[in-house]
């Protein structure tokens, strides 16, 4: 693994496979191998096949395939955990030491975010994240757009005039953990967008199921989730599972399952 940091962000890298191990991989290998569904998938599998996808040697409509069939035949715990690896490592993770003050009075509060599984009419985080800053902790808060029928917290921020929900890492770290307003306080919560740089894989993959109807999917909503808040790399996370008729999962045994794949995998 190489590790290359740049500002606020640092950029982790897995060292390329040997050819050797990789040279009987084909997009039709990986998409047939799940489609059978015989045999789980390897972590090289997964991570060359993510890595092929955004090199370009695997196109949009392969990883679609590969998608729909995660969709229909699901994933063990060590493929969930080996894909949201593999989606992390597309981009950059957030390195929080790069903005720490460099007195101890002034040392950077407990970083702690909450993530929700999303639904129709879902507005916590417009509420809680200047309600826990308010407590003297940090809120370092990645939200997402809207997928299937729901409507992202970025989506309602950004309907608002003006509004600057993309920042990058470097400049996200910053606007939180920098005095704000000519005053000596900082402002100690934000609701962005990921940067561009981190976690890249995820956005394209996520834009292909918000249109292929694989928003649902267990596994693939455990590994979007979960690798945008690993690169967040907050201290602590609190995960608000939906079930219900305006949540992506109905009913409470779906969500208790994702709750569980998430606390897994992170």
Known sequence: MTIASNGGDTALAATPPCPSQTDHLTAQVIIAKKRQNKEPHTPLEI?????QFMEGGVKDYQMTAWLMAICLNGMTDEETAALTE?????????????????????????????????????KVSLIL??????????????????????GGTIDKLESIPGFRAQYTAEEFARLLLSPSNGTAER???????PSRNMCPADKRM????????TVTSLPLQTSSIMSKKIAERPDSLVLDVKFGKGSFNTNVEESLELAKRMIQTG
Request: cysteine-free; hydrophobic content about 40%.
């Open 206 to 213: 996520y834009a292909l199921r918000d249109v292929t109807s």
């Open 47 to 51: 991570s060359w096949f993510i890595q």
């Open 86 to 122: 593999a989606m992390v490592r597309s981009g950059e993770v957030m390195d929080w030491s790069k903005s720490q003050p460099s007195s101890e009075s002034s040392a950077v509060a407990h970083k702690v975010d909450k993530h929700s599984t999303g639904g129709v009419g879902d």
């Open 187 to 193: 402002l100690n919560a934000a609701i962005v967008s």
């Open 129 to 150: 994240a200047p309600l826990v800053a308010s407590f003297g902790l940090t809120v370092p808060m990645m939200a997402g757009r809207g997928l299937g029928h729901t």
